[in-house]
């Protein structure tokens, strides 16, 4: 089901399919990642046109523990500072690598590296929809930190009209049956029709909200994203929104003590130190799980695990 199969978007997956991947990354942790070298020979690509920190290194993590070789492509580095197209550089990689992770600023860009390349390519975030690698290492995370993800009342903060990680977060919580989803943002940053009218599809109880104040004493998870800079298309708009929320550790003594913040990061100011130290902050462990899960994940897409 998953064997060289490309990863575009996490609505491509069934709810099963997802559970096998939180399967093998439950066997992943409990051998401390050491599950030998079952990609010795192979090599991985990443071709990331966007700037990433987790994303990219975790992957490179993934791939080496799993014993695989990586290559990257700098772009600054590359031809196609010469001029050369994302398509021709993508064929290069496709000839020398077993498997291309991309990431890209541009809507589409996993897709057209997946009709250019023979080997399985991974959507490592491409435009403002998809970015289904960290969806499920979110899921993964709730899952672990909570025993489940079906009843549970989530928030989604932010930016959920241009962020890619709480579109593709809230994509895949409507594969499992949760309470209801509060999604909670200044009004020109409410998501995207398209998003509007899936969770309207499958029935999702859900609440659009500017108001953190009216959903947090009820929430299990609140999911924390940034305000996008980079991808407003007019900057004064930008410098009105920022800052719109900043989540606090004085602001989440109201929420229930189980509640557990999630973030994909980076942050800017949308979350505040102050809550790194309580019982609340889940983000530096998502950020941690994304080693074993996207180990999980390029072993399954290689046919490995
Ligand atoms: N969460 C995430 O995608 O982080 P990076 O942009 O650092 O990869």
Request: hydrophobic content about 40%; aromatic content about 8%; proline content about 5%.
């Amino acid at each position: 089901l998953w064997k060289f199969r490309d990863v575009i978007s996490i609505l491509d997956y069934t709810r099963d399919e997802l559970e096998h991947l939180f399967s093998v990354t439950d066997v992943i942790l409990e051998r401390s990642l050491d599950v030998g070298k079952p990609l010795d020979g192979k090599i991985v690509a990443t071709a990331f046109i966007e700037p990433s920190t987790r994303t990219r290194l975790s992957f490179e993590t993934a791939a080496k523990r799993l014993g695989a070789e990586v290559i990257n492509l700098e772009p600054h580095l590359s031809s196609m500072t010469k001029g050369e197209s994302l398509t021709d550089t993508l064929r290069m990689l496709d000839d020398y690598a077993n498997l291309i992770v991309i990431r890209s600023p541009y809507e589409g860009s996993a897709k057209h590296a997946a009709d250019v390349c023979e080997h399985p390519v991974i959507n490592g975030g491409d435009g403002t929809q998809h970015h289904p690698t960290q969806a499920m290492i979110d899921l993964y995370t709730i899952r672990k930190l909570k025993g489940r993800i079906d009843g549970l009342e989530v928030g989604v903060l932010g930016d959920l009209k241009y962020g890619r990680a709480a579109a593709s977060f809230i994509y895949g919580l409507t594969k499992f049956n949760v309470k209801r989803i509060w999604l909670i943002s200044p009004e020109p940053l409410s998501p995207r029709p398209e998003l509007m009218d899936r969770l309207k599809r499958m029935n999702v109880d859900f609440v659009k909200t500017e108001n953190l104040e009216e959903a947090v004493e009820d929430l299990d998870i609140l999911y924390v994203t940034r305000i996008q800079k980079e991808r407003f298309p007019d900057p004064a708009e930008y410098e009105k929104l920022r800052g719109s929320y900043v989540i606090t550790k004085k602001l989440l003594s109201r929420a229930s003590e189980d509640l557990k913040v999630l973030h994909p990061l980076p942050r800017v100011d949308e979350l505040s130190n102050d809550v790194d130290d309580t019982p609340y902050q889940a983000y530096f462990i998502q950020a941690k799980l994304g080693v074993p899960v996207r180990m999980a994940l390029i072993g399954l897409v290689l046919g490995v695990f």
